[in-house]
């Protein structure tokens, strides 16, 4: 068995409690954010509407129980985005023990880069990208004399989706 500087002769129960503590805490501050946020998710999908500019004016919300599912899913993501930096503190604290030198230094350049990915590209991604697909789809498929109605709420569960998918992937390579 190889020895690195910092491992220490603790049982597995001990170290596995440490964790286990740990993530009751990133669960239960996420919890505490979510709720949070959840006063602000009107106004946090009202701004992205607006970023869709003249792509909204035709766009509609059909039922009541969907609007509430977007709410609700856009609260958990920004909430999830929020605990991220706290939840790969915890990971890489609780693996650094185990860790050479390099794969320290590998860990913790992978948890910045997600860091930053998260914080930079999703929402680069809701703003800037997923407006711009949105008008460039609505341009192709107009016909000359109508006009188009759109469902909003499906597209922004289509645009959630991607996000969580985004988020799970990044997450799980982390």
């Known amino acids: 068995m190889v020895r690195t500087s910092l491992d220490d002769l603790r049982p597995v129960e001990e170290h596995l409690g ?5 993530l009751r805490i990133v669960f239960t501050v996420w919890t505490i954010i979510t709720v949070i946020l959840a006063a602000f ?11 869709l500019g003249s792509f909204i004016d035709g766009s509609t919300v059909y039922s009541p129980e969907r609007w509430l599912r977007l709410r ?8 999830l985005l929020a605990i991220t930096p706290y939840f790969l503190f915890v990971i890489n604290r609780f693996t650094r023990p185990g860790l050479l030198p390099k794969e320290r ?8 880069f997600t860091i930053f990915f998260l914080w930079a590209g999703l929402p680069f991604f809701w703003i800037i990208i997923g407006p711009f697909i949105l008008t460039e789809l609505d341009v192709i498929n107009s016909i000359n ?12 569960e ?17």
């Open 18 to 22: 440490i964790l286990v503590k740990d």
């Open 72 to 79: 609700w899913g856009i609260v958990l993501l920004i909430g």
């Open 41 to 51: 998710s009107k106004i946090i999908i009202e701004q992205w509407m607006l970023s």
């Open 145 to 156: 004399g109508m006009t188009n109605q759109y469902d909003i709420s499906i597209i922004f």
């Open 105 to 112: 230094f590998l860990m913790a350049s992978a948890s910045m």
């Open 158 to 174: 289509i645009l959630l989706g991607i996000s969580w998918a985004m988020l799970c992937t990044i997450l799980g390579i982390m």
